[in-house]
């Protein structure tokens, strides 16, 4: 048991300090050691974990809007990553220029609202390259014309696609676009200024023109699914959606869509009896009913086939095959 001083020893030991017989000596100073400076204005809501799988995510999207915008825009277009970082809500809007092209969007089935902001200087360059130009900025910043933020529309639409992809592997997100506005400040109120947000930078190079846009979206809307956002779970949902033994461009290849056409038969009319045809009139074709009939794919037969109903739906029944994937492809 420790030893206990009695009132005596007390009374000498504070009598000797006061007459400076006894040395007033401090507890040994641990350098920091378990202190971690914590500023209560700005809280991380986001562990380091969660940012690192959030600037993974949008690495990825910059490589697949970087290739949708190239596609579109016809040029290379090379589209990176800056940085992620954590602010509250009222930094974030305080420093957008004035006027700017701001959207409002929401990412279903998350509740709640983000923005996304283009700098004029990106946005005219992406304009001006639509409009026939090489690219470039204009001098003195402006707001869009309704023409402009039409065109800029197509745009975040296909930003909206590839984040779509990009996130497929957290959470399957339906973007929707609510209001594009050029004054900042209008959305202020949308949240209380001391919300945290999540703010990704990308910088985008449309011809002699390098820009920025802005992904932001708030803590309270990626809360559902922060959980999802650790780095094991990133990864291994990340190839959940990949069959065995498909690689990742034969993913992509197999979402494409490629009309099918089958042709009943074919006939030629003359102008005059084309334009005299009325309901009820018979007209003859050079194939008979009982024949199989010719299926095509992207323009080419591939198929041969029964036409027929299926659920009170025309279709038609494969019956022969006129070539396989290799001879279609070449």
């Known amino acids: 048991m420790a030893e206990i001083l009695s009132q005596n020893e007390i009374d000498a030991l504070l009598s000797a300090l006061s007459s400076g017989e006894v040395a007033d000596t401090q507890a040994p100073h641990e350098s920091g050691k378990g202190i971690k400076l914590y500023d209560f204005k700005h809280p991380d ?29 016809r040029t290379i277009i090379e589209v990176k990553l800056v940085s992620v970082d954590q602010l ?24 709640g609202n ?65 209001a594009t506005e050029a004054n900042p400040q209008l959305f ?16 985008a190079n449309v ?21 999802r956002l650790s780095s094991r779970s990133w990864f291994s ?22 009309p099918l056409t089958a042709t009943l038969g074919q006939t030629h009319l003359k102008i005059r009896d084309l334009l005299g045809l009325e309901k009820g009139d018979v ?3 050079d194939q008979r009913k009982d024949e199989e009939i010719s299926v095509s794919l992207s323009g080419k037969p591939m198929f041969l086939g029964r036409p027929g109903t299926h659920r009170r739906h025309r279709a038609f029944k494969v019956t022969r095959v006129l070539g396989g994937e290799t001879e279609w492809l070449a």
């Not at 380091?48 to 910059?62: A, I």
């Not at 690219?135 to 696609?161: C, H, M, P, W």
């Open 45 to 73: 809501r986001f562990s380091k974990d969660q940012t690192r799988s959030l600037h993974m995510l949008h690495e990825h999207f910059s490589r697949l809007f970087s290739t949708s915008l190239s596609t579109y825009l």
């Open 88 to 111: 509250s809500y009222d930094e974030f809007i305080r420093s957008i220029p004035n006027p700017t092209c701001i959207s409002l969007f929401q990412m279903r089935p998350l509740e």
């Open 114 to 178: 983000a923005l996304l902001e283009f700098s004029p200087t990106l946005s005219f360059a992406i304009i001006d390259r639509l409009m026939g130009g090489r690219g470039q900025a204009l001098y003195k910043n402006r707001e869009l014309t309704e023409i402009e933020r039409s065109i800029l529309v197509k745009i975040i639409e296909r930003i909206f696609d590839s984040m779509e992809e990009a996130w497929a592997s957290v959470v399957s997100l339906k973007m929707d676009l609510k």
């Open 188 to 203: 202020l109120q949308l949240y209380l200024p001391t919300e945290m947000v999540i703010l990704m930078t990308h910088e």
């Open 207 to 227: 011809g002699n023109t390098v820009g920025t846009f802005c992904i932001c979206i708030p803590y309270v809307v990626l809360e559902p699914v922060a959980a």
């Open 237 to 258: 949902g990340k190839t959940g959606t990949e069959e065995p033994g498909q690689s990742p461009m034969e993913g992509h290849l197999r979402k494409f869509n490629l």
């Open 283 to 285: 007209v003859s074709l």
